[in-house]
């Protein structure tokens, strides 16, 4: 009956650590996401907010999504786009056949609160999309579905589910939602996509018997349908989508051929790729393997 995915811990620079969820040995994709990472919430003081900046590095053939639920950053890219991006907002930023951004956290406020919290998922371009022009879109949080009763909240961040759709714009079908329910509140998972799956944030869920803790994704099978039942107050993500295919993956590079992903290595350490015209003193160098 389905599968859990337990994170695995990954430093991405100077301390900031994430949980890695996808891709999993056992289940690399989910529909269309490739890659699932959940950072923080961590805190830091304003003067050492610099130390975990993620210096300008490059992309190809997928699209990533930055979710914050608390926090801060700023995004540059060699688009020439800089774009800071709040809590509930979205910044979907189609690679196709190469991108260059930088994530940093300018302002002094980024760790404040509850810290720093960002999920950050990649989806991999269909076979015909995967060359096309690299484009960023930002979408503030007043343009995002919501709904609610009984104890449930949802935001609808991207594609179609429980009748309401996004207006992020997207390359194949998919779903992605961020879900809040209080104690014994019930949610059935949306329908019409072949793979589906729930990552737990914070709080308790039972899902078909089975308990699910924090920070772990509870992957379901084509046939199941089972409720989500809160055993104290949950925040959830639920996505999915239809397959596009196998996907080869290297360091940040997705593309459905491998001579593909060579192609990008060679042109990274080559310095082939357009660095971001507004943070361009520094990059981050193709990793050894």
């Known amino acids: 009956m389905g599968l859990i995915i337990e994170p695995r811990p990954h430093d991405l620079g100077h301390g900031l650590l994430v949980k890695r969820v996808l891709p999993f040995v056992r289940h690399r994709m989910v529909g269309p996401f490739i890659f699932y990472d959940h950072a923080g919430p961590t805190a830091l003081p304003p003067e050492e907010r610099h130390r975990v900046d993620v210096r300008p590095h490059p992309h190809i053939g997928l699209a990533t999504i930055s979710y914050l639920l608390s926090g801060k950053l700023m995004h540059r890219d060699s688009l020439g786009i800089t774009q800071a991006i709040l809590p509930g907002e979205v910044n ?30 990649w989806v991999a371009l ?6 096309t022009a690299p484009a960023f879109d930002h979408y503030d949080v007043s ?27 997207t390359r194949s079908p998919l779903f992605y ?15 019409g996509y072949s793979e589906r799956a729930a990552y737990l944030v914070r709080g308790s869920l039972e899902i078909g018997g089975e308990r699910l ?4 994704m509870r992957v379901f099978d084509a046939d199941e349908s089972p409720d989500i039942a809160a055993l104290e107050p949950s ?38 790729f357009a660095l971001p015209p507004h943070d361009n003193a520094e990059f981050i160098p193709l990793p050894a393997s």
Not at 126 to 131: A, I, L, Q, V
Not at 236 to 263: A, C, D, H, T, Y
């Open 213 to 216: 803790a924090a920070g772990t």
């Open 92 to 121: 979907w930023m189609t690679a196709g056949r190469g991108i260059v951004h930088s994530e940093r956290f300018d302002d002094p406020a980024s760790f404040d609160g509850p810290g720093l919290e960002l999920l950050q998922s």
């Open 143 to 169: 343009r995002l579905p919501e709904a609610g009763d009984e104890g449930r909240w949802l935001r609808l961040i991207a594609g179609s589910a429980y009748g309401l759709t996004s207006p992020v714009r």
């Open 126 to 131: 269909p076979k015909e999309e995967e060359e």
């Open 177 to 191: 939602l961020h879900l809040e329910l209080e104690p014994g509140a019930r949610a059935s998972l949306p329908q």
């Open 235 to 272: 925040t959830v993500m639920l996505l999915g989508g239809e397959p596009v295919g196998e996907r080869f993956i290297f360091w940040n590079f997705v593309s459905s051929r491998r001579e593909r992903i060579e192609q990008a290595k060679a042109d990274w350490a080559a310095g082939r």
